[in-house]
């Protein structure tokens, strides 16, 4: 459903955009459950070693390497309608898995496709629709909002809901790049989402070339043999997403569109590992972005500039020469990937929601907001009495079984007891990412640093204010704490 506001908004767009000519192609790639360890060029010391990302880090040598972007959200919906509005998903109504924003809410790719731009989605579904199954009376729902089917669809000239990259259709990924621009009108400039499925699970039980035992572990995972496994069998997924990008970028080669082409890599969230995808810890929420833009963004340089996933917009749309929707809150890094000076954010700010699982345990149901800035951490738990379970590993999954059998037979150290099955969680976390940067010890109630979760319990509280978000404040929360 697009209100005549917005109508006229695209027009407006339109009339003042630059010429047509002169801008980028975009295409803007996302791997799935994939956080910064994950990529040779971030140092990711399995990665290197096994040399499993070599497309990855050829890249990145191409690019411009941003150290610290962070998603909106550690889930792949919530992230993902934040990238495409430029929106936190608290502010679009969207915090619950698979719920797409309100009717209305404006995508880059709407005002990209009003200046004159192609605009199309392939791989991997991108979640701007909803779920790709859900109850008949929800779909229908969703339709009578305008929010899924014809009406949603036509705001784009390509639309495949929900294609597989893994498996068998790892080999037909330049297949569907090649259909998709076959449609593109020579005249025209193109932006094309495309998405992986890897590396999220369900994998295989394939690691060949990665010996589980050789693996180096986080000091916050519990040294077990099934947690090696585990591990093992989630990078191999990661080297599968490697080929397929470099069967992406083969594949625009080969059609001539490498030098006139802006190509974005990104996680859309942290690892379905353990702390990873479903918490606001840095696994679930940092993730790797590299930017290729041929005689713009230099070679081989990198930027340690906080980015939010819903800065991606924004971005996107000035570096077409277009004016950015007064609703985006994203900031463009454009300064940035031109190596201008760009003092950019101070602080990012995520949020988590329901995601597909029981409401009584956290990778079913948990409600947290968190602020990171260049040195510190802060997490606000606002359902501390849930129990501690990783999403997408709650179901005969053999390290999360393996670590709770672990737990029964009094075999799990003191440390691990309390990073999983402390109950209740703490309500506030503070962590110092340069000396903590697996975020064990927490800072929080310290003297030593009152003042500073003081400032960015405060700085959250501003933020939730700002998005309308439906939490009670940590100040109020403060409050009863203390008995006020």
């Not at 008949?136 to 036509?154: I, K, W």
């Not at 625009?252 to 890599?265: A, E, P, Q, Y």
């Not at 950015?324 to 300064?335: D, H, K, N, R, W």
């Not at 990783?390 to 672990?406: G, H, L, R, S, Y």
Request: charged share 25%; with cysteine; hydrophobic share 40%.
């Amino acid at each position: 459903m697009i209100t005549r506001t917005f109508s006229l908004m695209w027009i407006a767009v339109a009339i003042a955009a630059p010429v047509i000519a002169q801008r980028p192609n975009i295409l803007l790639v996302l791997s799935d459950d994939h956080s910064v360890p994950h990529v040779g060029a971030y140092g990711g010391v399995n990665c290197r070693r096994l040399n499993l990302t070599p497309n990855l880090d050829a890249f990145a040598a191409n690019s411009m390497r941003f150290t610290r972007a962070y998603t909106a959200s550690p889930q792949c919906a919530p992230s993902r309608t934040s990238i495409f509005a430029g929106r936190s998903p608290v502010a679009l109504a969207a915090t619950r898995f698979a719920q797409p924003a309100r009717p209305g809410t404006l995508f880059l790719t709407d005002t990209l496709r009003a200046a004159g731009y192609w605009v199309g989605l392939d791989g991997r579904h991108q979640h701007l629709d909803g779920r790709n199954k859900d109850a008949p009376h929800v779909s229908d729902a969703l339709v009578e909002l305008g929010m899924r089917a014809e009406r949603f669809e036509s705001r784009f000239d390509h639309f495949v809901r929900a294609a597989k990259t893994k498996g068998e259709y790892l080999a037909k990924v330049p297949d569907m790049l090649n259909a998709a621009l076959d449609k593109v009108n020579a005249s025209q400039p193109f932006f094309l989402y495309f998405g992986f499925n890897q590396p999220h699970r369900k994998w295989g039980e394939d690691h060949e070339g990665i010996d589980p035992a050789k693996l180096v572990l986080p000091p916050d995972w519990p040294d077990l043999p099934e947690v090696r496994l585990d591990y093992a069998r989630y990078l191999a997924e990661v080297r599968d997403l490697d080929t397929g990008f470099g069967l992406l970028l083969k594949t625009l080669k080969k059609r001539g569109l490498s030098d006139n082409t802006m190509v974005i890599f990104m996680g859309d969230n942290g690892e379905a590992l353990l702390r990873g995808k479903g918490t606001l810890y840095s696994r679930g929420l940092h993730v790797p972005l590299m930017i290729r833009w041929p005689g713009k963004a230099s070679p081989g340089s990198v930027s340690d500039v906080l980015i939010s996933g819903e800065d991606l917009a924004p971005t996107i749309l000035a570096a077409a020469g277009l004016e950015v929707a007064q609703e985006m809150t994203g900031v463009s890094f454009l300064p940035a990937l031109l190596g201008k000076p760009f003092e950019g954010r101070k602080q990012v700010f995520a949020e988590r929601g329901w995601h597909f699982g029981p409401i009584t345990r956290t990778d079913g149901f948990d409600l947290s907001r968190s602020v990171t800035t260049r040195q510190y951490h802060f997490i606000y738990n606002a359902l501390p009495d849930r129990s501690y379970t990783p999403v997408d590993m709650a179901e005969k999954n053999i390290a999360w079984d393996a670590i709770k059998v672990a737990r029964e037979s009094n075999q799990l150290s003191t440390l691990h007891q309390r990073l999983y099955f402390q109950r209740p969680r703490p309500i506030f976390e503070l962590y110092d990412l340069g000396n903590d940067p697996h975020q064990i010890n927490n800072l929080a109630g310290q003297e030593s640093v009152k003042m500073i979760e003081q400032k960015l319990r405060n700085e959250l509280d501003r933020w939730m204010i700002r998005e309308g978000d439906y939490l009670p404040l940590p100040a109020h929360v403060i409050k009863v704490m203390n008995g006020k």
